[in-house]
């Protein structure tokens, strides 16, 4: 039983940056795909970046390629989502997520979410 906390989120402005953390209890990171994923006003629940513990391999939506990036301390049991070059369009609740499955880009595969950081980008 895997528990999730974000953190980080605010109002930056276009072209700005924010880290998100995502604190982990209650399981082994090394057992699970960590993905960030978020949902903007009038939409669905779309992927974001991921991270695969064992693998040590990351994937990235096309959307935030360049921009974004998602990386982990094992010591803090966190993951983080560094986000630069933030534009308006980013304006969204981000949330972490973990999975055991296989399917990073799909929300439905993930078990485990926290309770969401809203990050909202000003033109």
């Known amino acids: 039983q895997v528990q999730l906390v974000e953190s980080g989120g605010g109002l930056v402005q276009a072209g700005g940056s924010l880290r998100l953390s995502c604190a982990a209890s209650g399981g082994m990171l090394s057992s699970y795909v960590m993905g960030w994923l978020r949902q903007a006003p009038g939409k669905d629940r779309e992927f974001v970046a991921g991270i695969n513990y064992s693998l040590r391999s990351t994937t990235y939506a096309d959307s935030v390629k360049g921009r974004f990036t998602i990386s982990r301390d094992n010591a803090k049991n966190t993951v983080y989502l560094q986000m630069n070059s933030l534009k308006p369009e980013d304006t969204a609740i981000y949330y972490c997520?973990?999975?055991?499955?296989?399917?990073?880009?799909?929300?439905?595969?993930?078990?485990?979410w926290g309770q969401g950081t809203q990050v909202t980008v000003s033109s």
């Open positions: 997520a973990a999975t055991s499955r296989a399917g990073w880009a799909n929300p439905q595969v993930y078990s485990y």
